[in-house]
């Protein structure tokens, strides 16, 4: 029982964690928020020194400027932090920053000391959208933003997909399903030249399909689900019904959002009324705070999750510009808590960023509320728009233009391109299938995937859409795609006129093998699921009851119904699971016995063979 | 390409950097205090376990008809035990002959959550953190294992016996039976009866070894022939395969025997088997001799059972003694015996207390769950019916827990509280990480913000505890 086979994971158990992406601001971040905020945050100022912001950090104390920008050696934070004097040391007291600790510092102040954003206009992003045409005369835009992108940086482009894999790519990613083979045949002997794009199109009208794949990825987002906690107490309330109907009829972005921020019918409140436990909940859990946070990380890729408790020390927001959009939400009138001790002092209303506008604290609850759904989804905020295109960007091509998706700050890597594709995006009035459709026709969608993200010289250079793995309804979906038999009891009935067909993953509760696979919860927002494979993942895939199940009814109901050869239904099934024939050899190894008159495979040996099957990478992945 | 180097890769591609936890920047082994313990065992007694029923009785007034329950503070007569001058409520004399190898701590003292959940204090106490919460917090099973990893890499670091999740408040039981933003693969290993654990690393649906090792080498075949492996996207293809070896590797381990509770002699089973609990203490002390790094057992939560009880507590109170007595105390002797416990550290424990008139805590309305009647009039009025949160017993064992001590001091008259030395939460995880050589403000960063194993880093190890 091997959780972490052959890694030796020892004391500090960084051994074996998965690498992170170089992030040297974050980590400077931390390092400062351990050691030197008690006394140089907030309302700590010990010598006149306050980290709260780039600016005030370099106007110093009374002994001057915290760091030079781009000159540790002759900054005097580095200076202090390993000084063995006892009379200047920092921290006075306590612990000694470790030798990595300061060369973490050192480094950052090398590198020029990015703060979080908004005051730092070297890696910050502005407010407004800024509009800009590409120099190359690609006609696809994501294509000429990225012709320019890799004549600046000297980048060859991809290679392009084959047909095969492309049909299989993007079926998944705008319904969600494998392609049945009729469709891969009929598309691979197409001969027409814009074929590509009238199957992203013929996909994108499948409202349906369409939007029982892409609710799975609102329902993480929205944290909604069909259980989870709050609802013992009538503390949380579902927006399934409404959410799958929005999808389907493709309600504009900004309407959605506008009836997600301030309902005006009982239907879509369940993500702005949060989720409640019973007993006493301190002001940060309570909903009104929970409405802030998630409105702010959902729609616009802000984390006000520190400054929902003090002035943040990783990013610019503070404490009473979160209470003061928190107080928009709240039937009563919030006081200022700092770390759970209230400050009695009245909290403000407003947004997060004024020059937009302000709220009237004086109109009732639901008209603040539409003020500030106005305010999120002005055209002059350009974080909204950045912020979905940025998240279906990543969920179509593996990583976001803006990395991590929820620090929508931090700058693009090609900012030209997500400003053009937000603006784009607003052009279209806000339709959500014309972004996906206009990512999935480029021709860079279109490239084979590249195996990992890179980062030459700690800067991100795209290079292609990334390798993916199935997501956990995807997963249950192409098993089902496999055998034609779905899951059961399902936990929402589709409205009238649903296609028939199997009973799709996602509307079934979690289940051990789905959440094995990183279906989460939906206890919190989550923008973005695990994806690795785990020990625990592999022991469900491989003695799991759930996938047993599975299979054993798919392999019935395949034995009930197939009348050809065994060979026959090894080509086939290749054919429905990975979107190819069997190689000879394949076909030897699965069916040694497929001669005429050969005795059909019993139930066993099917199961075990999709079972075989559904274990390949080359099963479980996008490529 | 070296095997390491494609799991690198892969690592950095699925997990994708950004989000996933970062090791705060700190040299553990530098300042990090000296383990005395190897693995952790906690012993839950969920649904509130009244101490002044337990471990911890005060005086005791006999039912009878008419008796007013602001006078009985025990519903149990009490009995001596190894140490001199404690004694525990009759029905724990076996516990009470193994406490010269423990302490024994009645003033734990739950935090202050309002109207009670019993789910919402047991979220509490495992993660340190009061739900709900922006960030998912990690169970402290799943601080240890991603802290320490396994000590036996056959055996999962987090193992959790005795929970069923199809009782009521089940969702509440999941939200903290996680590994929250640390990952899942620092996720409990869940097995629910421990009688069955067996069937947890077995292959599944009866099927046998034979056609399970076929079905593994028909992967491998096909996964071999695959022709993707020879396009791009080998990396996917290793670490995939690698953890199915993993899986493979588990089930056919000689670690897996450690599962199989009918591999134990009949007396020893005898001993421990006072139902699924004890069985899951069995089971435990089976799989820290295997090399288990933290593992919880549990009386199980289900609302209205087991120690919570909202009627009949005297007469349930009895019955739940007798199905931890035994196989507490005998975890105790054989972890001794095998010369585990010093590098063990057992916790007993529960979400807080229970009393038969204050609800919550003393001095603070909290609104009643329970009616308490002026007088009572029959045998199922007499018991700890209400929560009770200004008390509450700890027992901990080995790992240089001092011996034969009583820790702290709670009052003789009702409200039954904490007088002196009171226990948080905080405090208590700061010992048991201590004890394990984590400092309490070790920590990982998620969405940019530290996020440390004691809440805020401050959780203070109670050293006195200690030898």
């Known amino acids: 029982m091997l959780l972490s086979a052959g890694v030796a994971r020892g004391q500090g158990a960084t051994a074996s964690a998965p690498p992170t992406e170089p992030d040297l601001r974050a980590d400077a971040h931390t390092v400062l928020a351990a050691h030197c905020a008690a006394c140089h945050a907030g309302e700590q100022r010990k010598g006149g020194l306050s980290l709260d912001s780039r600016a005030s950090a370099l106007r110093g104390g009374k002994s001057g400027a915290a760091f030079v920008a781009g000159d540790a050696a002759a ?49 910050g992003t502005p407010l407004a959208l800024q509009p800009s045409a590409p120099e190359s005369d690609a006609s696809h835009l994501v294509d000429a933003f990225l012709a320019d992108y890799r004549l600046e940086r000297g980048l060859q482009a991809g290679t392009a997909l084959d047909d095969a894999s492309f ?160 107080n928009c939400f709240s039937e009563a009138p919030l006081s200022l808590s700092r770390c759970e001790t209230d400050l009695g002092v009245a909290a403000s209303y407003g947004f997060l960023w004024p020059e937009l506008g302000g ?64 603006l784009d995006f607003i052009a279209r009035g806000y339709d959500l299938r014309a972004l996906i459709r206009t990512i999935a026709t480029s021709d860079v969608y279109q490239w084979a995937a590249t195996t990992a993200p890179e980062f030459p010289g700690g800067e991100f250079v795209f290079r292609g859409p990334v390798a993916r793995r199935l997501t956990a309804e995807q997963f249950y979906d192409a098993l089902a795609c496999l055998t034609g038999v779905g899951r059961a009891n399902p936990a929402f009935e589709l409205p009238g006129a649903a296609a028939p067909g199997f009973v799709r993953a996602w509307r079934v509760p979690l289940d051990p093998l789905s959440k094995a696979l990183g279906r989460t919860a939906r206890e919190q927002v989550t923008t973005r699921r695990e994806s690795a494979a785990t020990t625990l993942q592999a022991l469900e895939l491989a003695n799991g009851a759930t996938l047993h199940a599975a299979l054993r009814g798919g392999a019935d109901a395949l034995t009930a119904s197939w009348t050809g050869t065994t060979e026959e239904l090894v080509v086939e ?51 | 390409m070296l095997r390491r180097d494609f799991l690198k890769t892969f690592g950095a591609t699925c997990a994708l950097g950004a989000g996933a936890p970062r090791a705060l920047a700190r040299d553990l082994t530098g300042r990090a205090p000296r383990a005395t313990a190897d693995r952790v065992i906690v012993l839950w007694m969920a649904g509130g376990m009244a101490h002044t029923e337990t471990f911890d009785p005060k005086q005791h007034t006999p039912f009878e008809v008419g008796l007013d329950p602001g006078r009985v503070l025990s519903t149990f007569p009490s009995v001596p035990t190894a140490i001199d001058g404690v004694r525990f409520s009759e029905g724990l004399e076996r516990i009470g002959r193994v406490m010269d190898r423990g302490t024994v701590c009645n003033t734990y003292t739950a935090g202050d959550l309002g109207f009670i959940l019993h789910s919402r204090h047991q979220y509490h106490w495992h993660t340190g953190y009061a739900p709900p919460q922006t960030v998912a917090a990690p169970h402290i099973g799943a601080w240890i294992a991603k802290t320490l990893g396994p000590l036996n890499p056959d055996v999962p670091a987090f193992i959790d016996i005795g929970q069923a999740f199809n009782v009521g408040e089940a969702e509440e039981l999941k939200a903290f039976h996680t590994a929250g933003f640390l990952g899942s693969e620092y996720g409990p290993f869940l097995i629910p009866d421990a009688s ?14 034979g056609r399970f090792q076929s079905r593994q080498q028909l992967f491998e075949r096909l996964a071999a022939a695959s022709p993707i492996g020879r396009t791009g996207s080998e990396f996917q293809r290793e670490s995939l395969l690698r953890s199915m070896e993993n899986a493979h590797r588990l089930l056919s381990s000689p670690a897996a025997r450690a599962f199989d509770l009918t591999q134990e002699p009949a007396g020893s089973y005898a001993q421990y088997n006072t139902g699924r609990f004890g069985l899951g203490c069995l089971l435990a002390r089976r ?109 901990l064992f080995g790992a240089g827990i001092a011996r034969g001590v009583k820790y702290g001091t709670t009052a003789d008259e009702r409200p039954c509280k904490t007088l002196a030395e009171p226990v948080r939460i905080e405090d208590l995880h700061a010992t048991i990480f201590h004890a394990l050589g984590i400092p309490p403000d070790h920590g990982y960063t998620t969405e940019g913000r530290p996020f440390y194993v004691t809440k805020d880093g401050h959780g203070k190890p109670l050293l006195d505890l200690f030898v």
């Not at chain 1, 190894?589 to 999709?610: E, I, K």
């Not at chain 2, 069955?196 to 070894?209: C, I, Y």
């Not at chain 2, 929560?387 to 017993?393: C, Q, Y």
Request: aromatic share 8%.
């Open chain 1, 167 to 326: 049909v299989r790519r993007v079926h998944l990613d705008v319904i969600g399903l494998l392609p049945t083979p009729a469709a891969l045949r009929h598309f691979c002997a197409d001969k027409a030249p814009g074929k590509r794009g009238a199957l992203v199109e013929s996909l994108l009208a499948d409202d349906q399909g369409y939007a029982e794949h892409w609710i799975s990825f609102w329902n993480d987002v929205l944290r909604n689900d069909f259980q989870g906690t709050g609802y013992i107490d009538g503390g949380r309330a579902q927006i399934t019904g409404w959410l799958y109907d929005a999808l389907a009829r493709n309600v504009p972005y900004d309407q959605l959002v506008r009836e997600l921020i301030a309902p005006t019918d009982g239907a879509s409140e369940g993500f702005i009324k949060g989720i409640v436990w019973r007993g006493d909940n301190a002001l940060v859990q309570q909903a009104p705070m929970q409405a802030a946070v998630n409105v702010s990380q959902v729609f616009l890729g802000v984390n006000l999750k520190c400054a929902a408790c003090h002035d943040s020390f990783v990013s610019d927001w503070s404490l009473a510009q979160t209470f003061a959009l928190a």
């Open chain 2, 196 to 209: 069955d654990a067996a069937s947890t690393v077995r292959p599944p649906g009866g099927m046998d070894l």
């Open chain 1, 573 to 623: 099934l290749y054919l429905r699971g990975l979107q190819r024939v069997p190689t000879p050899e394949e076909l030897a190894l699965l069916a040694p016995r497929a001669g005429a008159g050969a005795a059909p495979p019993s139930v066993d040996m099917l199961q075990d063979f999709l079972w075989a099957l559904a274990m390949l990478p080359e099963f479980q992945s996008m490529r």
């Open chain 2, 287 to 395: 799989l820290c001799e295997a090399g288990a790094r933290f593992v919880e057992v549990t009386t199980e939560y289900e609302p209205f059972k087991r120690f919570d009880t909202h009627e009949d507590g005297h007469t349930r109170m009895r019955e739940l003694k007798a199905m931890i007595d035994a196989p507490v105390a005998q975890l105790i002797l054989d972890l001794e015996q095998r010369g585990l416990l010093d590098r063990t550290l057992v916790v007993l424990a529960s979400e807080f207390s229970r009393d038969m008139v204050t609800e919550g805590k003393p001095g603070k309305l909290v609104q009643d769950q329970v009616d308490v009647p002026k007088q009572m009039t029959e045998l199922k009025h007499y018991g700890m019916h209400r929560h009770f949160t200004d008390a509450g017993s700890l027992l």
């Open chain 1, 75 to 123: 900054s005097r934070l580095i200076a202090l932090v390993s000084s063995d004097d006892d009379l200047e040391r920092m921290p006075p007291k306590g612990r000694r920053l470790t030798v990595e600790e300061v060369a973490i510092l050192a480094a950052w102040i090398d590198a020029g000391a990015p703060w979080s954003s908004l005051e730092n206009g070297s890696s």
């Open chain 1, 359 to 422: 709220v009237d604290g004086a109109l009732p609850r639901l008209e603040r509320m539409t003020r500030v759904a106005g305010l999120v989804t002005a055209p002059d905020n350009g974080y909204f728009a950045r912020t979905i295109v940025n998240r279906v960007w990543a969920l179509l091509m593996g990583r976001g233009l803006v990395e991590p998706l929820d620090e929508m700050e931090r700058a693009a890597w090609f900012p030209a391109l997500l400003d053009a594709l937000a």
